[in-house]
């Protein structure tokens, strides 16, 4: 499979990738680490004009402490928040949830900013971010913007930017109680249903808690009904009656081949629950 | 549309200069453009490994890479894995442990056994598996494949 | 010359000895079809029908045609001008199939016309630009469906798109007819049960996927009227007859290669109509043309496997005595007839009486056209579907009668005194000692401590169970009475001035590591070091004559016929060498090969060289009486039967409570292909065969929606085990040698896949037993499983 010709453009910095995307026009689209963006275009789903490159942006590459924030670059790639010893300290579900994405040679190339960018119904980053209440940041023509993680994502494939904006960068406070868990779907390692949690935990009792579902819907988004059943709840034992019927909130839940629309929410509920209790375990 | 891009890549250790058009695959570029046909495309949708080679260092599936992303950077392939006639380890755990059969997915899967051994030299059976999971092989039920990394990853042991 | 003090040459038979194809194939040096460039060579790209059913209502190639790079464009009914319909190799009729549809298309992927260009790219963008419009017809997806009244048909003249009707086997019927005459003994055996199992199940469709795809380099060379065509195929010496035939041409003018070949388990065997559309096109244009295949046209127009509806009875006492099986087999073969399509599930209905003793097997097996890509052999073709059925039903049968499945097969078992065993399918089964392999396999797995386990687990509340198979297959495929292409194999053996063999074999491996195998045979005939042996294959311009590799054949076919030329070879190398040695009276039937010598039994001082005699061969002065100079010599090898090589596999499954996700946690397998030439390389068949059943036990599945589209054309959703799904397996082997070749071997390349699949579902089901479930068809989809348990879970076991 073989993708329609195009032209390539390598930028030096997000100034000039501005820059390149002002001059492209609609026809012109980012390049990160590829692993949505060329499948696409091999299989002729994605016909750019223009691609520009900002897979090599040191610039927006790399996990920094900011002051009690951590801050994540647009284009660190899945294998660099693996093997992050600031997120496994501090964040471990981030680096955990990348470290399950695909395969080692995805995650080499993979980026977490082409990730949120991409936002496929059934990729890992997006329910975590929300579940970190992760601020997302945009640069565009007329300046830059933050949109929380939980309203970044709006549809499939669909999300909060402008032709014209780059994602430069993810922030949010670093919680340790939290966690991911994932119902692979067998063939491509996608989320069928996924969930991230995290929590506040005081003697053995939640006190705050953000769920996040992904896979499962059109779109990652949070999962409020649970988020209020776990506040106040004492887990790990009250783990399972919180997220029972966790899926059932979802207005449109997607089916195919691998999974119906009824165990889809079904699975909501389990990953919720394992979610919920080794975020507990943590806390 | 015949645009080119010149590119610069350092293949195997050797510099390799040539203008290419911005769609060519890295994998038809090692292939075609260098005739480096070890590396091989089992798949067009990234999931089978065959075509992993390493980029910088990294394994990477030159299939969903595009030649003009490797400019300026470091490319191994399974060609440039030996010295000589001195085979690396790697390859001798695969000869040894009957680790192929066709020989198909071979060049791909040390590739990844190698980025797997950088990361984790001793790894256990199941760490391997994990590791090798980017890789599809259809002959050898991967038990002999398991075997000729951990018998390379001994022989790759410092004594 | 007297003694020669060389050090002893070990025999290699039976040695673990490293392949001799590894080291161009781990340094990336091996030269696939894809590999190969010839000068000016234009590259072909298909355009595919995009729906499974309909007529070609207007098609254009004029853009194509005009676009930079592109050298021809051809429609299906241009091409058809120069190109015939295409040949099968089964006696069934069967519909025209043009290697590029004509004027209506029948499956998602058929090709529909065909572009050559400069470069592969620029052939994909002009294949993009044809222009396409089909009045649809209704899409014939479900089999059953298809021979009902009012369901759209596929092929003039096949009504209600059966194939083959009502072809039944087994006792009772009359073979010639293949219709049943006297029904008596299977009414007697039913009237007289306790018992009756009666399960549908499906053994479902799936895709090969070799890792390398197809892929086809065709060289017409205009001024001496010769074709020369490189495929990734199975069988080169086939290709060459069936492309000499579709070119007009002779064979004398046609050589076929099979470079390296990156796997086939059956998808390589037919020969497509893209080789033939490349040997056309480039006679057309004049330059060598290459098609390869992408992964996404091999899900679409390359053979699938399997796809057999069974519909299986068993009749038993209650003692577990099994007294009759008869099953109704619907096999959906797709749109198309291609090289062995109808007679695959012929063996499928060959295979019902398993292992056992049973009295009164029948079966009756229909083949029906559907919109879908055709099918063809898929490792093991047509036996692992009969085996299937029958373990499953068995199974199905220890349970009902509360039996320990094992105990039950062992009383149906066929004894080990009772071989040669004529089945009632009409086989002669010829070796066995299964009761050997059952209590192999139950000391391997300790199957008592396996069950407690088992039980130890489900008190934790896990879902566990342990299941068992056990197999027979049919393989080593010849004679020619039963294999439509021929069921002999060639082999050339030359020994060359200095003593280096040169051998030449038709089976032509693709993965095999016949180089290896046959090597070592030679090795240890001729006592020369290993090194001193080259096996040429996979050309017809090189081995002069050949079949091909496929039914596990390569060693018990092709092994034989080797050892038959190097018979001939080495006698009248002794004849040579006895001349040279006239001094000492030695009558060539006293010598023997030694450690890189010929000398006489018994008396070692009285030799010479390999070497020497080799020389002496190629300038024989003076030359012996009744001798001609030189020593190469070939054979043709027919077996009179089949070998049948058996098997036990145990294994041990796990469910997941909450997702239905199946783990497979052991996988013990007992396997016996008679002797055993190289261990590691038997090994590796098994875990290959093993891992492709398991595949189709727990992961793949083909699957159309109702319009005829295929959901699974690609990685993304045609689930492959990866490494980290399966376990480390562990094997035993019995060594029950056949009679029926030299060598004793019986093949092995299809063994694994046929135990594993039967042996992992029944695991599963033993699994879910405790849930009420008898049941479950391929592969377990863990939605499938978490309905079976979540269901019956919440009405207390009840479904
Ligand atoms: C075989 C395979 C398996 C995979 N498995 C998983 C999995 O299990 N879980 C999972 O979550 N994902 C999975 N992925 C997807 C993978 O994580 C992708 O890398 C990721 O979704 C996209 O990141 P990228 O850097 O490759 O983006 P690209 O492909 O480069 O870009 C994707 C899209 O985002 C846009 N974009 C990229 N960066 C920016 C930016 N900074 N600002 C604005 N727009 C941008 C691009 O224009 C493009 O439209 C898999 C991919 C493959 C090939
Ligand atoms: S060819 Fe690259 S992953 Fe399959
Ligand atoms: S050895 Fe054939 S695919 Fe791995």
């Known amino acids: 499979m073989i993708p329609t010709a195009f032209r390539y453009r390598r930028a030096g910095s997000v100034a000039e990738a501005l820059a390149l995307l002002r001059e492209g026009g609609p026809g012109a689209k980012l390049l990160a680490g590829g692993h949505s963006l060329i499948p696409m275009m091999k299989q002729r789903l994605a016909e750019p004009e223009l691609l520009i490159d900002i897979g090599g942006l040191l610039e927006l590459c790399g996990v920094h402490a900011v002051g009690d924030a951590i801050e994540v670059g647009a284009t660190t790639t899945h294998a660099d928040l693996a093997a992050s010893a600031l997120l496994r300290e501090r964040a471990p579900i981030l680096a955990e949830a990348a470290a399950e994405i695909g395969d080692a040679q995805v995650r080499n190339r993979g980026t977490i900013g082409g990730s949120l960018a991409h936002a496929d119904p059934g990729a890992d980053l997006p329910a975590v971010l929300i579940a970190l209440d992760a601020a997302i940041s945009i640069t565009g023509a007329d300046g830059s913007r933050t949109v929380p993680a939980a309203d970044f994502f709006r549809d499939i494939l669909t999300v909060d930017l402008e032709d014209g904006e780059i994602l430069t960068d993810v922030s949010f406070r670093p919680v340790r109680s939290a966690a991911y868990a994932k119902l692979p779907q067998r063939a491509s390692r996608f989320a069928l249903a996924g969930v991230a949690v995290a929590l506040e935990m005081e003697d053995g009792v939640c006190r705050a808690a953000r769920v996040a579902v992904t896979g499962a819907a059109s779109h990652a988004q949070r999962l409020p009904a649970v988020e209020s059943a776990l506040v106040g709840a004492r887990l790990p034992e009250g783990a399972a009656a919180a997220c029972e019927g966790a899926g059932d909130a979802l207005d449109f839940v997607n089916a195919d081949l691998h999974g119906s629309e009824e165990y889809r929410r079904a699975m909501v509920a389990v990953m919720a629950r394992r979610a919920v209790e080794s975020a507990a375990a943590r806390g | 549309m015949s645009e080119t891009v010149p590119i610069t890549v350092r293949v195997n250790g050797r510099e390799r200069t040539a203008a290419v058009a911005p769609r060519l695959l890295l994998v038809h570029f090692l292939r075609e453009s260098l005739n480096l046909t070890g590396t091989h495309v089992g798949c067009d949708t990234s999931q089978c490994g065959a075509c992993t080679v390493l980029l910088d260092g990294r394994s990477v599936k030159s299939c969903t890479v595009f030649a003009v992303q490797a400019d300026g950077e470091e490319v191994q392939t399974i060609e440039g894995l030996a010295a000589g006639d001195d085979l690396h380890p790697l390859q001798d755990g695969f000869w040894e442990e009957h680790g192929l059969q066709c020989g198909y997915c071979t060049p791909g899967m040390i590739m990844s056994a190698l980025n797997l051994l950088r990361e984790n030299p001793s790894p256990d059976d199941a760490r391997i598996r994990e590791g090798i999971s980017g890789n599809i092989c259809r002959c050898t039920g991967y038990q002999h494949i398991v075997n000729a990394i951990r018998n390379a990853a001994e022989r790759m042991a410092p004594a | 010359m007297t003694s020669a003090n060389a050090p002893l040459l070990p025999k290699l038979i039976g040695e673990r000895v490293k392949r001799r194809e590894d080291p161009r194939l781990i340094r990336g040096l091996a030269t696939y079809v894809d590999d190969l460039k010839l000068p000016g060579m234009l590259h072909l790209a298909f355009r595919r029908a995009d729906i499974a059913h309909g007529v070609i209502r207007r098609i254009d190639v004029s853009a194509a045609a005009a676009m930079e790079g592109v050298e021809l464009a051809l429609t299906g009914a241009e091409l058809a001008e120069h190109l015939g319909p295409m040949p099968i190799g089964t006696p069934f009729p069967a519909p025209d199939h043009y290697s590029v549809a004509v004027d209506r298309v029948r499956y998602v992927g058929e090709p529909v016309a065909v572009v050559a260009a400069a470069d592969r790219y620029l052939a994909r963008d002009a294949a993009d630009a044809i222009e396409v419009e089909y009045d649809e017809l209704p899409a014939v997806v479900d089999p059953e469906a298809a021979m009902a009244d009012g369901s759209a048909t596929l092929h003039e003249g096949f009504a209600r798109n059966v194939a083959v009707g009502g072809y039944q086997g087994g006792t009772g019927v009359n073979a010639e007819t293949a219709q049943a005459e006297d029904d008596s003994a299977m009414d007697a055996a039913f009237a007289e049960a306790d018992v009756v199992i009666s399960q549908c199940m499906l053994n479902q469709r799936l895709a090969p996927n070799a890792m390398e795809p197809r892929g086809v380099v065709a060289r017409y060379e205009a001024g001496s009227d010769y074709l020369t065509i490189w495929s990734a195929t199975q069988n080169p010496h086939i290709l060459r007859t069936l492309a000499a035939g579709m070119l007009g041409l002779g064979e004398h003018q046609v050589r ?544």
């Open chain 3, 256 to 799: 076929a290669i099979a470079p390296e070949v990156g796997g086939g388990f059956g998808c390589k065997i037919n020969i497509y109509g893209e080789e033939y559309a490349a040997a056309a096109l480039s006679r057309l244009t004049g330059a060598p043309v290459k098609w390869i295949e992408d992964r996404t046209e091999a899900f679409l127009a390359t053979t699938h496997g399997r796809d057999i509806l069974g519909d299986v009875e068993i009749a038993a006492k209650r003692d577990g005595t099994i007294l009759a099986l008869r099953a109704q087999l619907l096999a959906d073969i797709g749109a198309y007839e291609v090289l062995l399509t109808a007679l695959i599930p012929t063996l499928t209905g060959m295979m019902m009486n398993g292992v056992y003793r049973i009295p009164v097997v029948r079966h009756e097996l229909t083949e029906v056209f559907t919109n879908k890509t055709p099918t063809d052999a898929y490792r093991g073709a047509g036996r692992p579907e009969g085996l299937y059925f029958v373990e499953r039903a068995v199974d199905m049968l220890a349970r009902e009668l509360d039996m320990d499945p094992a105990e039950l097969r062992r009383r149906n078992f066929i004894p080990a005194a009772e071989f040669p065993f004529p089945t009632q399918s009409g086989l002669v089964y010829d070796s066995g000692d299964y009761e050997a392999a059952l209590d192999t396999a139950l000391a391997a797995a300790d199957w008592e401590s396996l069950k407690a386990e088992r039980d130890a687990a489900r008190a934790e509340g896990r879902i566990v169970g342990v299941g068992m198979a056990f197999y027979v297959e049919v393989c080593g495929l010849g004679p020619s009475s039963v294999v439509p292409t021929g069921g002999w194999e060639h082999s050339g053996v030359t020994i060359e001035r200095g003593g280096k063999v040169t051998a030449t074999t038709g089976a032509s491996p693709h993965g095999q590591g016949n180089e290896t195998t046959f090597a070592q045979m030679l090795a240890d005939h001729f006592s020369v070091p290993i090194g001193d042996i080259a096996i040429l294959h996979g050309d017809t311009g090189v081995v002069k004559q050949g079949i091909g590799t496929f039914g596990s054949r390569s060693q018990a076919v092709g092994g034989a016929a080797l050892m038959l030329a190097a018979g001939r070879a080495g006698d009248k190398m002794k004849r040579f060498a006895a001349a040279l040695m006239a001094d000492h009276e030695a009558s060539p039937d006293d010598l023997v090969f030694e450690s890189g010598r010929i000398q006489v039994a018994g008396a070692p001082e009285v030799s010479r060289s390999f070497a020497e005699v080799a020389d002496f061969a190629y300038v024989p002065v003076p030359l012996p009486a009744g001798l001609e100079p030189g020593l190469s010599e070939e054979a043709f090898f027919e077996p009179e039967n089949n070998t049948y090589p058996f098997g036990c596999h145990i294994s041990m499954v796990e469910i997941d409570r909450d997702t239905g996700e199946p783990r497979l946690l052991r996988l013990i397998a007992v396997d016996d292909c008679g002797n055993v030439i190289n261990p590691l390389i038997v090994e590796g068949q098994v875990h290959g065969g093993l891992a492709q059943g398991i595949g189709q036990a727990m992961f793949e599945e083909v699957v159309y929606d109702e319009d005829g589209q295929p959901l699974t054309a690609s990685f993304m959703d045609y689930v492959m085990p990866r490494a980290a799904d399966l376990p480390a397996f562990e094997l035993e082997r019995t060594v029950t040698p056949t009679p029926v070749n030299p060598l004793g071997a019986k093949g092995v390349g299809e063994a694994g896949t046929i135990g594993s699949s039967p042996c992992v579902v029944n695991a599963a089901v033993d699994a879910l037993a405790p849930f009420g479930v008898r049941h479950v068809d391929m592969p377990l989809r863990p939605e499938r499983l978490w309905r079976l348990i979540h269901d019956r879970d919440q009405n207390g076991g009840q479904p």
